[in-house]
């Protein structure tokens, strides 16, 4: 297992936990006390903190596209796992432009798989994949998304200085 996959399931169990007493508790706690608890030498603790912040940070946003984009399923009737597991792909695809789209939606399958029922892992495809041809039909483009440049081919033919140019 990654080291970014095991913070996501900590990051997972952490927002069920927080998700299944309503939103209550200091999610912060929730995930320090699982870091230290499930991973004490982690050294991606950071990225499984940002991640947790940044859903929380953008819960009603990642929620209201979820109802969206998921409109037979209620919010309140995913389960608990798929509702957060959804949570982490739709803030991966919507928010963070440092993780790739195809890296958000299979992280986000291999957690429903490993976590959720028995269809969750389709369920969960189905709704992030429906987020990301939207992306894709509104014009966003990650910046993780976009083909590197070959280096090479960037060495081989440098664009001539601006004093050449006619």
């Not at 998700?19 to 912060?28: I, L, S, V, Y």
């Not at 953008?58 to 389960?79: G, H």
């Not at 014009?139 to 664009?159: I, L, R």
């Amino acid at each position: 297992m990654s080291n970014r996959h095991l913070a996501r399931a900590i990051v997972l169990q952490s927002l069920y936990e927080w998700d299944f007493h309503d939103c209550a508790q200091d999610p912060d706690g929730i995930v320090d006390r699982n870091l230290e608890e499930f991973a004490p030498e982690f050294d991606e603790k950071d990225f499984a903190k940002h991640l947790a912040d940044g859903i929380r940070s953008k819960k009603e946003q990642i929620d209201a596209t979820i109802s969206t984009f998921a409109p037979d399923w209620p919010l309140p009737k995913i389960t608990l796992v798929d509702r957060n597991v959804l949570r982490i792909g739709t803030y991966e695809l919507i928010f963070d432009a440092n993780i790739p789209s195809k890296v958000a939606i299979n992280e986000a399958i291999e957690l429903a798989k490993t976590f959720g029922g028995e269809s969750s892992g389709k369920f969960v495809n189905g709704v992030l994949g429906a987020v990301y041809r939207n992306q894709i039909a509104q014009g966003v483009e990650k910046e993780a998304d976009k083909p590197k440049e070959d280096k090479k081919t960037a060495e081989k033919s440098p664009e001539a200085p601006e004093s050449e140019k006619a």
